[in-house]
Nanobody, 123 residues
Framework: QVQLVESGGGLVQAGDSLKLDCVFA????????MGWFRQAPGKEREFVAA????????NYADSVKGRFTASRDNAKNTVYLQMNSLKPEDTAVYYC????????????????WGQGTQVTVSS
């Protein structure tokens, strides 16, 4: 069983930056691709970013491309989401997820999920 624990969320102003962390435990970290998703109130969960086991391949939603960067430190079993130039529409609960189907944007391709961390961007 895999456990994922996110941290780093908070309340920021538009234009600010924030970095989310997600610690992975329970299996071999480098066997898994990692993804970030978000869900705003009243909306479906949507893909944000994904990163391969090596970190060399990434995939981003168009809405965050050029502003968000996913990375991972395999020595620390941790994946990160650096979020720059935040906008009010980035407000959501952010979830870390993991699977073995590649840097996919499909929710159902991810087997394990964290509990989420709230990010609120004020205008």
């Amino acid at each position: 069983q895999v456990q994922l624990v996110e941290s780093g969320g908070g309340l920021v102003q538009a234009g600010d930056s924030l970095k989310l962390d997600c610690v992975f435990a329970g299996r071999t970290f480098t066997n898994y691709f990692m993804g970030w998703f978000r869900q705003a109130p009243g909306k479906e969960r949507e893909f944000v970013a994904a990163i391969s086991w090596s970190g060399r391949r990434t995939n981003y939603a168009d809405s965050v491309k050029g502003r968000f960067t996913a990375s991972r430190d395999n020595a620390k079993n941790t994946v990160y989401l650096q979020m720059n130039s935040l906008k009010p529409e980035d407000t959501a609960v952010y979830y870390c997820a993991t699977g073995q189907r590649g840097v996919t944007s499909t929710v159902n391709d991810y087997e394990y999920w964290g509990q989420g961390t709230q990010v609120t961007v004020s205008s």
